[in-house]
T-cell receptor
Framework: EDQVTQSPEALRLQEGESSSLNCSYT??????LFWYRQDPGKGPEFLFT???AGEEKEKERLKATLTKKESFLHITAPKPEDSATYLC???????????FGKGITLSVRP | KAGVTQTPRYLIKTRGQQVTLSCSPI?????VSWYQQTPGQGLQFLFE???????NKGNFPGRFSGRQFSNSRSEMNVSTLELGDSALYLC?????????????FGNGTRLTVT
């Protein structure tokens, strides 16, 4: 069974203080690893898909990387508007089912 | 392009009742999935429909069921509600092809069972 573990559970940063969020996974036949952002009262918003080890993707202050066992979401010089819960999920097998981690709640103080 | 639309946004039901939630996917998306989100368990997969057929099912009791219509719209039904069914129910749509297309989520229906 696919498993996803995210750490830390919560992270508090000062504005401009860069950091990384970790996602460890165990899956048989990875088809894709996904990062989502979720704001309170809203559904998850898609950020990135990574398909194979060594792949990297960037969007504004966010950069996602992938190895064979884990993925990192690097946040460079974060701003208060980056405060949200960041979810990692994996897809395997022949269907579109996602297995999610419990998420990392990020708070960025001005 | 309109996103995934879920109705209603909030529901309050009593134990033992049943409830139907509705989801309209992004235009052109043929796959619709449902997830339950709770503080303790996070996001858990309920089921996926593709072209009106259930393609995959999670580990939930038979009280949870769904269906998809020919226009890709989907409904989810929960019968004999229990207190533990209180959660945010999220619908997601995707192209549903083998290109690992990402899921796009709606803002969910918040169900409270009293």
């Amino acid at each position: 069974e696919d498993q996803v573990t995210q750490s830390p559970e919560a992270l508090r940063l000062q504005e401009g203080e860069s950091s990384s969020l970790n996602c460890s996974y165990t899956v048989s036949g990875l088809r894709g690893l996904f990062w989502y952002r979720q704001d309170p009262g809203k559904g998850p918003e898609f950020l990135f898909t990574l398909y194979s080890a060594g792949e990297e993707k960037e969007k504004e202050r966010l950069k996602a990387t992938l190895t064979k066992k884990e993925s990192f979401l690097h946040i460079t010089a974060p701003k208060p508007e980056d405060s949200a819960t960041y979810l990692c999920a994996v897809m395997s097998g022949a269907n579109s089912k996602l297995t999610f981690g419990k998420g990392i709640t990020l708070s960025v103080r001005p | 392009k309109a996103g995934v639309t879920q109705t209603p946004r909030y529901l309050i039901k009593t134990r033992g009742q049943q409830v139907t939630l509705s989801c309209s996917p992004i235009s052109g998306h043929r796959s619709v999935s449902w997830y339950q989100q709770t503080p303790g368990q996070g996001l858990q997969f309920l089921f996926e429909y593709f072209s009106e057929t259930q393609r995959n099912k999670g580990n939930f009791p038979g009280r949870f069921s769904g269906r998809q219509f020919s226009n890709s719209r989907s409904e989810m039904n929960v019968s004999t509600l229990e207190l533990g069914d209180s959660a945010l129910y999220l619908c997601a749509s995707s192209l549903g092809t083998v290109d690992n297309s990402p899921l796009h989520f709606g803002n969910g229906t918040r169900l409270t069972v009293t």
